[in-house]
């Protein structure tokens, strides 16, 4: 490893899953749990992977620490690449990064007392010294801020975060200098979240750990980490300092998820955008940025002029004639109800194409009614990917951020 390698280097990581059918299990497609993400972690540093339920963000877990094989791209630690590790390389690689669970202390053998079960990768790894493997733990348990005594008690006996505590110094056991911490307080009680995450927190520091912290939560990442990646149908939509992300977050999907985070002052941040519909399958992404189906913010074709709340009903209405996910029987009012699209739309050729679409979708005729719509109101953000590119604030994939502003597209070297 030369100096200025990171930790850990993540570039263009894929992982797809086959999608089978039948008894006969025929390959019909590819889940793109991952599709092609890069980020770094430092010695000593702590970066944040959030994104909602099913984005790829365990898949990530897995996959970087070679858990499962990548279908594409490349993991290197320590500036050599995973998959060209030796027999030995790999048994290092396995006790240098080590991963933490939701609770992780459920995955514990009930019959082993905690202190065996922490001691356990020790032994798997070659410490015979019984007394030797009992002070390492003892004195991890206490680094936890449990009673070295309670080493001797099982898994059943301890709450929710005292389980993480003893989780974590599992994870600890090994002195690795990278820790995966996969959800590690999302099974535990509000109360005890704050105290968990400082405890990871304190012992980040203490043992120079370079973390990763997976969280639906964007709240939990701000409390710790040092640079957030937000992952959105298993891409990195957007890349910054903490800070940058919470104070001037570049991408929609950012907004939209710090828009739901709860806050005590209802005056501030909080409440305001709305996250429609459900995250699409990985199986079949949306073609361009593959938030555009939900985006609040998707930008609306050249030439009409049109409400943004206005515009991003009738993308809604297109995104179900797509799925065709609406009622057949439902007449234009019915659907303009439904869809929360004004009786009259603001621009008046735009409602003009859109009567008749919605005349042609009463007569039966859905693909032809899709179609028309399509042809009309295509957006650059269902035709075009948008690119990781350089802010003055972070990395960004959005049409939407300034062009003059971005700077050299980001590269995996810094
Ligand atoms: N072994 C697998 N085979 C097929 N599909 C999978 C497999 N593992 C994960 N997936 C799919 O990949 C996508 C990403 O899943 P993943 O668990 O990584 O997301 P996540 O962001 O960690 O969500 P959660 O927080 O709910 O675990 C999901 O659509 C999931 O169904």
Redesign the pocket.
Known sequence: MSDGDPLLDVRGLE?H???TEGILKRDVGR????DGISFTVGRGETVGLV????????????TLLGL?PPTGGRVLFEGRDIAAFDDRETKRFRREAQMMFQDSAASFDPRMSVGESVAEPLRIHGMRDRDRRRRIVSDLIERVGLSATDADRYPHEFSGGQRQRIGLARALVLNPSLLVA??PVSALDVSVRAEILSLIESVQEAFGLGLLC?S?DLSVVREICDRVAV?YL?EIVELAETDDLFENPRHPYTRALLSSIPVPDPTKRGGGVELAGD?P???NPPTGCRFHTRCPEVIPPDGYDLERSEWRAVMDLRVRLDRSEFDPDADGRELRDEFEIPETLSDSRAERILSEALATLAAGNRLAARDALADAFETVCESDAPELVRTSSGDAACHLVDEAETESPPSNDD
Do not use: F, N, W
């Open positions: 992982k899953y086959p999608l889940v793109r749990a991952v994104g909602e339920s099913g984005c790829g963000k365990s898949t990530a877990a897995r499962e996969d959800e997976i639906h992952m298993g995250v399958s990985p199986a």
